[in-house]
DNA sequence: GTAAGCCGTGAATCATTCA
DNA sequence: GTGAATGATTCACGGCTTA
């Protein structure tokens, strides 16, 4: 199931778990290569000893000056850096997902947004099965904070809008994500009945970020891997992984994990398409091929506007003459007007909006 | 109504609304004398041009001076300057709440913990009824960030544990909070009907932080005002206030809102437990969670038609491609279907409605 | 009087292609 | 690179009008 591909100098290993410190794995990946980043680091800011600093200088774990300062500096060198290293590897128009909780998430945020990464959402993930506060002094955790970025500002990302409204049965899925945390057969174990990692992610959770953030075939790069729900999930849905963890005994669990997994079949891959996608279809194509008439007579949705076809596939009303679009906006007097389904015709009595012209020519483009 | 309370040199002035700049006014009452501070700071936006809905009317938006700023930079230093005066003039058991969205809290959140405040918990304000994300290009913005933080690591802050299970029902309240956003009647308006404040909070929320953080007798201070809407619940529920606000037109309307207020007898707090309907689980949701496979089939109620499962939650069958809704009523040529109940899957030789797995997740929701 | 339907609106970093 | 043209895009409520 390996691959490489060639990018430039360097090679980009596919559907691979490479070892070691994640900056400096990432340092040797190629510019401008994968489609998706989504890490998961690490939340704790008491993590001295583990910690390098971005000249990868070790932090002295018996540092008597340790103080909370120390620590969010600390924290926040090696948060930038491996950002930094992470925005190098992305595509122009790859997006990125970093999921954490208020002990870091604010730090997170901050580096991405002065690191030159432009946020997009910040979207939560509402645990529907949280464990309780014991002590009874604070709000229960319900909830991780998840934020989701362009490489820069502008940056043409991916966003499946269709396929995520139709997981979430015909309404634009939100910022706000239900979903249960991980447990039962999909929790990981040790033989001696460990959890195998300690902050395993559901597969439910990488599910919908792909689905929304990726296309089949996409490169997705996670380099904080842990037991490797991200390979896991993207072998499934048929995008190609690369793995970064420091820890041998996540590697192993993680390949075991990934092996067994079933690519779900191509059909299955199918997601529901934007229009946007769909081929252009001019208007004048409708009056050329004999659908339309010259001089027939179209209807506003509204019923309160009517124009004339001409030959060209402009329309006339009133004193406006213009495309489809054109004619709509200045008859409404609004900024802009979608004529397709703006306007309709008039066959057997039965009032028929264009836009079903327009459809029969796609379905035989298609065919 | 007004009072002063002596506090060292300076005095502090209750249940009053102050003019000028919040830092300044800050800087001149005294050292740890309030309980609670609730900040709803400028979020810096950046909005760029003009939105339009798909009806083509206007979008109308924060574009108030108040709310711009230069740079990151620029917010940074306003946001630790304030947050510091802040800092100084709470008691040492006080705490504080700062609500922002993804645009700010990312910087207030560094920006508290760099001061030396400790965050308690972050809180989400999940709204039912968000505005939709019209273009499609993200996912509905359909929540805003809470952080609450205590002066320092270790304070005895207030927390009313017992009030606020009983307000949730007899379940510990979770950092997730699902109220509506401020509309009808409770919404202010100037005389020609526009909104007097751009952003003003529903008073359940305030409602719900004075009662978890606040005792009776307490003092809160906002130093963004607005419509005082912090000031007004403090009032219902007993508690004194101190408001800041920059703009003479927002402190008339808050003045004028807040004399309406009558202090809360007991009876109205009584509020009738709405019944809420049975909660709506799309049906990704089961494919996302590992359900049901994509790629597997399902067969209808009376095994005369067969469809498979896609990675998004929509089916195929035959030709037909859609909801389980649309598919099973394409198939039956019927108008409409409830895919719920029509729908059944495979499991151990058996044939079950896809709907026992739509109730597993509505019992795991109540939990 | 009641029910059904239309209209307005809310903290928003909200487009893409072709000439 | 710039500007014009095309055409894609919304959920939950509250208030008001009409039947």
């Known amino acids: 199931m390996n691959k490489t591909m060639t990018k430039g100098a360097a090679a980009l290993p596919l559907n691979a778990i490479l070892g070691g410190n994640c900056i400096e794995v990432m340092a040797g990946l190629p510019a401008n290569s994968v489609d998706l980043i989504f890490a998961d680091p690490p939340y704790n800011l008491q993590l001295k000893g583990q910690l390098h600093r971005p000249d990868n200088s070790k932090v002295d774990a018996v540092d008597d000056h340790w103080d909370q300062f120390d620590s969010f500096k600390v924290y926040d060198d090696f948060t930038r850096a491996w950002l930094r290293e992470a925005r190098r590897i992305l595509k122009p128009n790859g997006s990125i997902w970093v999921i954490g909780s208020y002990h870091n998430i604010f730090r997170v945020g901050s580096a991405l947004q002065d690191e030159g990464y432009w946020i997009l959402n910040d979207v939560i993930w509402r645990k529907s099965n949280p464990m309780p506060n014991f002590r009874g002094k604070r709000y229960t955790n319900a909830h991780e904070t998840m934020i989701w970025a362009s490489k820069s500002e502008g940056a043409k990302y991916t966003f499946n809008y269709e396929a995520l409204k139709a997981l979430n049965e015909g309404i634009q899925m939100r910022s706000d994500w239900v979903l249960p945390i991980c447990t039962g057969h999909e929790r990981l174990k040790n033989e001696n009945g460990d959890k195998a990692h300690p902050t395993q992610k559901p597969e439910s959770l990488l599910h919908r970020i792909l689905v929304g953030s990726t296309n089949p075939g996409d490169v997705v790069l996670d380099p904080f891997f842990g037991t490797g729900t991200t390979g896991a999930v993207a072998k499934m849905l048929g995008r190609e992984f690369i793995g970064i963890e420091q820890e041998e005994a996540y590697r192993e669990v993680a390949a075991k994990r990934i092996k067994a997994v079933r690519k779900f ?76 389904t703006y306007w309709c015709f008039r066959r057997d009595g039965k009032t028929v909006p264009i836009d079903v012209l327009r459809q029969q020519i796609r379905a035989e483009m298609q065919a």
Chains 1, 2 share one sequence.
């Open 265 to 340: 079949d191509r059909e299955a891959l199918q997601v529901s398409a934007s229009k946007r996608a769909e081929p252009r279809v001019p208007f004048g194509q409708l009056v050329e091929r004999g659908m339309l008439r010259p001089g027939e007579e179209l209807f506003s949705m509204n019923q309160r506007h009517k124009a004339k076809v001409r030959a060209d596939g402009t329309l006339v009303g009133g004193e406006v003459k213009g495309s489809i679009h054109q004619v709509g906006a200045a008859l409404e007097g609004a900024p802009s007007c979608n004529g397709w």
